[in-house]
């Protein structure tokens, strides 16, 4: 038996598997971000190390045997530094945190950006490790000179759990990685000022990820015994392709989560012209995804549907009740305060609704909404270069109601991934088959066909939507450094 576990921007969940990848119990627990007034995004690193403690005891208690592995994937990007012990020095550094938008303006203005972008295919924004390192490096020098670890989530629970310091390749492919060499490349390093805290960085471990046994007292926190396995990697939206079988060049994977993470395998790793987006190496030789993570998904959703009252399950009905089009109701959903990042990067980026009146209802603002995530997610793949099959997993893809949306403005078949918890399913499969073993395990999935009488409508609305986009982006470039 073993346990996947996926540590998630505001939930940690683990899942125990049979040796036939058959799902024998699952358990999440809550975790909290903090939001401060300078654009801050922070958790509290030990808080979610004990969140993985607690929801692996509860599995594995579930269990009716011991697990021999426990295999880890979660959140990338974002800053987690810790002493040589893998304890904290401050709080964790979340990928939604925005004060280092004023780092990542001048990068793009002195030609850093562009620099980074050709030497790594991925395109810095407010969240990334390294801009957040440099803006520490400036207004925290003496946190980072305690610090022994520069690392994602991860790598963090990897330490605290084995006392192993490493990162996995998918976690560490983004801002400073070589993607030929696979390994921190000196160039990106000084091309950002952060040369001379090279040593904060872990050494880089794959094509697998690191694994190692647990430490005493991890062992005696989780309830397992020290000699059970646990393996760091990969990166959340890798495990997520990986259990949703997303692997072979040109096909995507939509990930409607928190963030709404879009996704495209390709053999090539060179930058494409969109300055956004991120290339991640992948367990596969010769094999990277080519992200496209729009920054909020069903965040956007939840807030919206606290704010007109009506709770998650009343979706599908919100969605039957407003026609296709919204009645008029357009939306713009840049709703992080850092802005976004695919598929351009603008940290001043905000969202907006357009088309309201007083007969607007909260139907039409919730399908409107619906509508514009969906036309956001056409623009990532079609900026990532999306040419095969599409998959779909995360907690969005549960409403039938909402995927059908997906397919209709996608204009596309959408192959939804009939496993509940795709992250921790593709980290346990990766891990076994890092040490040779080819589980094989089944990816089942049912396709949600697109309705041909909505595609003219969508693909206009899609136009119109890109058209939006463009004047949209030209007051976000007027407005005044410092001010959202």
């Not at 397992?224 to 096909?251: F, I």
């Not at 893809?397 to 596309?412: H, I, N």
Request: proline share 7%; glycine share 12%.
């Amino acid at each position: 038996m073993y346990i996947g576990v996926d540590i998630g921007t505001t939930l940690t969940k683990a899942v125990g598997y049979g040796d036939d990848g058959t799902e024998l119990s699952a358990h999440s627990v809550p975790t909290e971000l903090v939001h401060g007034d300078d654009g801050r995004v922070e958790q509290d690193a030990d808080a979610v190390v004990a969140s993985v403690a607690a929801v692996v005891h509860e599995v594995a208690d579930r269990l009716p045997g011991t697990p021999e592995l426990v295999a880890l994937t979660g959140q990338g990007d974002g800053c987690w530094l810790a002493d040589a012990d893998g304890v904290p020095v401050r709080p964790a550094a979340s990928w939604l945190d925005g004060r280092a938008a004023d780092v990542v303006r001048r990068w793009d203005r002195d030609g850093t950006a562009d620099a980074v972008l050709a030497g790594n295919g991925g395109m810095v924004f407010p969240g990334a490790s390294a801009a957040i390192l440099a803006v520490l490096d400036r207004d925290e020098p003496a946190t980072l000179d305690r610090a022994a670890t520069a690392t994602h989530c991860v790598g963090t629970v990897f330490q605290r759990l084995t006392g192993v310091r490493a990162v996995d390749l998918s976690d560490a492919s983004y801002p400073l990685l070589d993607p030929i060499t696979r390994d921190w490349s000196d160039e990106l390093l000084g091309l950002t000022g952060l040369s001379h805290r090279r040593d904060l960085l872990p050494p880089v471990v794959g094509p697998a990820g690191p694994a190692a046994g647990l430490t005493p007292a991890a062992a005696a926190g989780l309830g397992l015994p020290p000699s059970t396995t646990v393996s760091a990697g990969p990166y959340d939206l890798l495990a997520s392709a990986r259990g949703s079988g997303t692997v072979e060049p040109g096909d995507g994977l939509l990930i409607i989560g928190t963030t709404l993470a879009c996704q495209v395998v390709t053999a090539d790793p060179g930058p494409l012209p969109h300055r956004a987006g991120l290339l991640l190496a992948t367990w596969q030789p010769g094999r990277w995804i080519r992200a496209m993570p729009a920054m909020v998904g069903t965040a956007s959703l939840d807030w919206l549907l606290r704010l007109v009252g009506a709770p998650v399950s009343a979706l599908a009905e919100l969605l039957a009740e407003s026609p296709p089009g919204a009645r008029g109701v357009s939306v713009l959903p840049y709703w992080s305060a850092s802005g976004e990042r695919a598929p351009f990067v603008e940290a001043s980026a905000r969202g907006r609704f357009d088309g309201l009146h007083l007969a607007t209802s909260r139907a039409d603002l919730v399908r409107g909404l619906c509508e514009g995530l969906a036309y956001a997610a056409r623009h990532c793949f079609d900026a990532a270069g999306l040419t095969g099959r599409l998959a779909v997993c995360g907690g969005g893809a549960q409403s039938m109601a909402w995927t059908q949306l997906f397919a209709d403005v996608l204009g596309r078949p959408l192959e939804v991934v009939d496993v509940p918890q795709a992250g921790a399913y593709g980290a346990v499969l990766s891990a076994l088959e890092a040490r040779g073993e080819s589980p094989g395990w089944p990816v089942r999935a049912h396709v949600v066909e697109p309705t041909p009488a909505l595609r003219s409508r969508y693909d206009d609305g899609f136009a119109d939507y890109l058209d939006r986009v463009a004047v949209a982006r030209e007051t976000w470039t007027r407005t005044p450094e410092g001010q959202s």
